[in-house]
């Protein structure tokens, strides 16, 4: 009961109100080992399958807000749950991973965890699930709405004319819109580059 109640207040600060016991009791069902990482810039999270030596370990970034940090979890977690109905033999984020994140994402709706637009956006993708939520444009617009002010802007949010400067201090200007990227020219360079509109940057 003690670990159980540590374990909530730790969890309390990641995850929106209600979920916490849930992923608890996927944790002790699995033994997990959950891990909650500094940011990465090229994975949200991550599963790691159990050893002789380690239990399954799922990572997730800190950075996340509570909703993407919870449905990040779910990603990972039908992850283990897929390898251990299939181990190797399926594609990683095939049908058989679809299946299951789907049912385990239904579980958590059905506790009216999520706000309506978030909840919308979950049951749009059911049939064809992403495999990231940066991969479904319409999902991460709307998680991007409830993170916490960084001064970061989304590309699309910008104008045609505007600059903009990314994490690596590099400045681009913004030439054109081409579909769903932006061309952007590199001021240092002059070299064009493009830009998906989701992509977050800081306005100059």
């Known amino acids: 009961m003690g670990l159980v109640r540590r374990e909530l207040e730790v969890l309390d600060d990641f995850l929106p ?26 994975i949200l999270g991550d599963y790691r399958p159990a050893t002789h030596s380690s239990p399954h370990t799922i990572s997730v970034n800190a950075n996340l807000n509570k909703y993407h940090f919870l449905i990040t979890f779910v990603h990972e977690l039908a992850h283990l749950v897929n390898f251990i109905q299939h181990g190797r033999r399926v ?48 999902l991460f617009k709307i998680l991007y709405k409830y993170d916490d002010a960084n001064g970061k802007h989304l590309v699309e949010h ?26 952007c020219e590199q001021i240092h360079s002059k070299k064009m580059y493009f830009f998906p509109g989701i992509y977050e940057v800081f306005k100059e």
């Open 91 to 138: 594609q990683p984020h095939g049908p058989e991973w679809k299946t299951c994140f789907a049912q385990l994402l239904k579980r958590f709706l059905e506790k009216d965890i999520f706000p309506a637009d978030i909840k919308e956006a979950l049951r749009q993708s059911d049939n064809n699930l992403s495999a990231t939520t940066c991969s479904d444009p319409k």
């Open 158 to 183: 910008l104008s045609i004319g505007d600059t903009f400067r990314t994490e690596s201090g590099e400045v681009y200007l913004i030439r054109e819109k081409r579909r769903t990227r932006f061309a």
């Open 17 to 42: 109100v209600g979920a916490s016991e849930m992923v608890i009791a996927y944790m002790h069902q699995y033994k997990i080992h959950l891990k909650i990482k500094r940011e990465r810039k090229t």
